[in-house]
């Protein structure tokens, strides 16, 4: 199933929506993954929305999308793609760290700057690079302690597109000091605008949270990235194993894939991808089956 929190003309406030027939129709529900999950359990919100009923809604009544899970309690953002990996740290005279193929690395984000699809992003200040970064993004069905393999991998509720915004210079500046990324990463995540199930998915499934999916980035209309979900090297059950790990992950929490292979300005170069972002830019971000989260760049 296809899950959205969208604002409906005629509708008073945001409401949880689940894709049918081509429309949507809202769900006597908090208007949140995560409260809804709390609320009715991974298992419940899925039979919710299977026997739900009522007036059907055109995509063209949309007035506003937010952030499927504009709450989680955590954001886990990883790094789980080897070619961004290895063509990033290149780029930068680097060698690839042995530990990172015995390791899932994360680190926490800021789930108090979430943004909705179509919602624009301000440039942050003091800021002459700003980059987007293409990533796939996962949404905890349910709480898990020292979980690991399939139990990993069915604690999973669904997946969305999401595009971890970073400033370089800044980014850069802070993590020379060994620690970080923090001001390069916590004014924006852009995520939606779908969480889409597995069971949507189950016919490209090529391994534990593993999906032979497109992703196309596009940047003012002109496609610049390509890459395929399939190609993560540390699958999102071993994410969930490490993240897990003497600590427990709650349901409606987020996690990030990383950067996919090509996915970033400082992976392609900015002589090759027409500069780094700037205002009146627009970046579009599809997976296929998960939709495309369109954002506009404002001062």
Known sequence: MKFCVVELAGETGASLAVEKDGGLLPLDAPPSVRD?????????????????????????????????????????????????????????????????????????????????????????????????????????????LDVSGEAAEEAIFGFLVLNDWSARDLQRAEMKCSLGPAKGKDFATSIGPWVVTPDELADRRVGPGRYDLAMTGRRNGKPISRANWKDLYHDFSKMIERGSRDATMYAGDLLGSGTCGTGCILELGPEAAGGWLKQGDAVELEIERLGTLTTPIVE
């Not at 899970?69 to 953002?77: A, L, S």
């Not at 179509?118 to 440039?123: A, G, I, R, S, T």
């Open 36 to 144: 809804a999950l709390e609320k009715f359990g991974d298992a419940g919100l899925m039979s919710l929305a299977r026997k739900a009923s009522g007036k059907i809604h055109g995509m063209d009544r949309v007035l506003r999308w937010f952030p499927p899970v504009p709450n989680p309690r955590t954001f886990r953002d990883f790094y789980a793609f080897e070619q961004h990996v290895k063509a990033a740290r290149a780029r930068r005279g680097m060698e690839m760290v042995p530990e990172w193929y015995d390791l899932q690395i994360f680190y926490f984000s800021n789930t108090g700057s979430l943004k909705g699809h179509l919602e624009p992003v301000k440039k942050p200040k003091g800021t002459a690079e700003l980059d987007f970064e293409f990533e796939i993004g996962c949404v905890m069905g349910r709480n898990v």
